[in-house]
């Protein structure tokens, strides 16, 4: 049993930690970090959690936390954990950060698309990237872990074996995604609320939202070459779930036997990674409130390009399922354990 | 390990079965009936079960069933069960049945509410209505289990501690229930489409629902003396959820503090019953995919009258969850083993 | 060709009216004033007003605006309109107030439910309470006209005839309402967030909501007798609509016909009170962007109540319409002059 | 007055034609034509038509129907409008049919990506295709009119001028298309069940969906090339609109100006199509239950793509609306009469 505690846990991506954690056999949540809610029950600010989670929110104090702690959880906006980093919370806990922070390699490239200063460079050669399926081995002994956006986990899994395989030009992928709005989080904004969203579908982030390098980064160590790629986020009127539709023309002629045995070599050992049966194509629903990814794909031969479909829930395999996921691997814990969440339809 | 068998696996509280007894540790599904779907994979029929669940439907010999598993849950139209129902099958199998053949005692009610002939009047009587908090010790011992309907589970737990205990009186209750559409089945009819519900609300079954005298005849029983309500459902856009507000007058002046007494003795050692601070008024969202039923109060002054409210998951414990919760309780299992979902939210 | 000005333009309400003025042949709004977005483009507000409104919103300035237009209406906080008001403004401009300021003719009510000081109870006499189809002559001549809320119009409208004719017990009337997230208003609020409302239902303000005195004054006029009565709301996730679902005990025993006759004596002639025919209940749905308010009824021998059902649009029939129809009597308009909007299925 | 028949008037499609003509000045429907509910009322089947629409349903018999009208509309299944026409029918009568059937001039196609045989194959040529802004003369003087597709008037209307210009290479052009529910007709289908709609969002029709040749056809005319591209529609959550959101890579360097001079030289002038201000992408909400398309779009230097998005109605310009819009050119009315429907917001 170790110690786990969560700074930032009443956003919604904390308070899924939550809700997994809850029904996870090694840990126990010793610690709700929430500088907004100090002193106030964390069933009060989550009320699905009353009589379930007995605890007050604590502020934000890393370093303190770091001293009781196994493993920390930042569920924090960009720049905190960069911020708050140092050798001494390194040496004491592991860190597993839900942010961009430690997400891209190269700090420029960060810098410019977050438009703040990475205040801990430093550290980011060390950090992880935790895309579960894809660096295992190294999660395995990461003491940083950069925990992958909920868009670009689902981005790059969908196309991650044909673009290791090289049957994909690269140099044509364009993602178009559709996201839940838990997605875009529990601040009391405009823009998010019911009657803004209901019954409305727009495009955001046209060519400049921030989890582009980011998929471009993966993808491109998957290729063996710097990937440029259009990415487009899409509000969608329901709480959870990413669907992301991506179009790639092929390098060459490939049938569907081919493309399938590819996926197949990828994935299917994986236990969270389901690749669909011919002509079943992704419904997000499907896979609602687990850590599923759901994969397929069409070739269309009238234009030589190949469909390729992911879904997750956004919350979950897009943020604390996949972060639980990791920290299964840094500890030694069975890579499910928490996880067997079945999907919940309707 | 025991064994089960669903008929009706395919309908959403059958489904819901699936999902749950999928995480039960002493429960093992053999049996997937589907009389539409025979022979068909079930996890074509619900594609969240990919790789999850691996077994074709089986037409529904009840018969044949008992002879291979410990226990039916039959989730199916009203007057199926009833016409299956035999004295082998009961001394083979113990049967939970979520339809409402067994859950009313007087059979000209049922016959005139359900417009049908009950086809085994015989086993009525021995049938046990499965409120599992209200009949708890009698469910341990049935063999014939009575599964309450989704909303009378809501209306009668909520009003069940003051009929109980004489605080209101009961020729002034008046229950305004409103329900997620996963209520009216998986069934294709045009009242259910997507463009016919979404953005509308309605009232149904105005002074002719058949979960009536079965809220009758339990908080009848409840209040010893025979009780005729008002009960009127509203169907909600939305999959999940009832909400039930309960209104009657106060037989005598009651503080805040005496009903929140009377409620926490009856539910205060139940696991599956939360009620809430004062103040604050029970939401659907909050018991989302749990077993949960949250219930508050409201005295109004003014007019004499309290305020009562409910809600729960109609699939979980309106239906699929108390299953299960009484399969735990009648074959001396945990009560609560597979039923510790956590509510997601959002 | 009369000239409009609104206070409080880039509330929901206010933007209803924009909508429906838009329409209307006789009416030109020259002024769009909005606190919160002084000297922005209103179709920079509302985006789906680009190209059809072309107007900076101004400041809310009564006095000046008084001198520019015909009518004012407030579409404001509760006090605002109040505090404003003054002779001069009343001598040169027709008010209609979409705020409570003036629906209640005892001020110690109004301070008490609202919370507020009154600060010019002087014109609360003088006030005309606009329900159009109760109140029609006397708002033909009002300068001051007070528009009912929506959950009033909605509750007040739907059991009117049976108040006024003695059929029902009032000291039995419970009001169980339920409205679209629309009715909250277009303040950035935690509790309105999409993932907040989604999938989700609750009661709120129980036994406390506004509304009820302004309820209870209008229907005690009607019945000739002090009313008290239970209203409880609820918030639904669609945009807009309201339902109302009414109990109470009748008098005597009545026929459906001789009910139903009632109702058509004080709404057959009316345009936008539509009594539904035999065992068709109100959907909102069904009256959605319209003008229109549907009511229907079942009488329930068993307990000797009548259940009265209404729906509305909130923004329209419960806000803007009711207020451009209102508009359209003050100055000798054709009464549904910009009020034929068919309703918008689905 | 002009007289019109409908046939179909009792799917989503019709009964938007039904609405629209309701405010129309010159028009008068004189037959609701609809097999599956002949000779019931037509306010039983759309009951937000209650006291407006006072007819009972028709059979589909378009031969009787013409000596009576002056137009029809057929919004019926692929096939019907092919199998019953002849040349007494187009001598008597002006068809706008929402169908499929005359849209496509390569018969060849049409059956191959219907899968039907086209029974009138002698009209094609003479029909017009019915983009108002793009074939405003020729619609004009047309009596057989072939009324575009949903997506593929949002599609094809979005891309148009650069198509038209040469600006976007036409080999490389995707579009990634979502649409409400309503377009999947009022069929009671399991799939448009609310419970399997909401909280979901799929692909389908991926690499076969039968408006791709339209899309084809006319982007291809527009071009002065054959054109071949990817067209996907999803499936989203909510009753109307539809959002395209194109993919392009640019044929040269141009600036955002340079693009926005051509749409507007194409679009300035017709009051139905909105080109956004820069920087501000269309949402579906913004157009609801009006005629108008918004476009807007997103150069990306880093990729050398275009980003094109458009949002319509579905029912309304995707159907209905561009129908009336048609007849008013066919028959020489003012183009926007009837359809000067403010969008609803919210």
Redesign the interface.
Known sequence: MIKAGIIGATG?AG?ELV?IL??HKEVEIVWYGSRSYVDQNYADV???????VDAKCMDDNMEALADQVDVIFTATPQGFCASMMNDAILSKAKIIDLSADYRIKDVAVYEKWYGIKHESPQYIEEAVYGLSEVNREMIKHARLLANPGCYTTCSILTAYPLAKEGVIDMS?L?I?A?S???GAG?G???P?????????????G??SHRHTPEIEEQLGIAAGEPV???F?P?L??????I?A?E?ATLKKQVTYEEVKAIYDQYYQKETFV?V??KG???????????NYV?INF???P??N?I?M?GAIDNLVKGAAGQAVQNMNLMFGFSENEGL?M?????
């Open positions: 919604y308070a809700r809850n029904g989550y009320r699905n959690m009353f009589q379930i044509t364009i178009d559709k839940g709005t838990s529990r009391a904004k405009l998010n609320l019911y009657c803004e969203v209901n019954e409305n579908i727009k495009a955001y046209v060519a440029t790629l259009n487009t899409h969608i009127p329901m709480n959870r779930g669907l539709t179009y389901r669909l049966e079943v194509f992704p419904e997000t629903k499907w896979v609602e409130g687990s759901d069409q070739i269309d009238r234009t390009r469909i479909m067997n079945v999907p919940m339809f309707p």
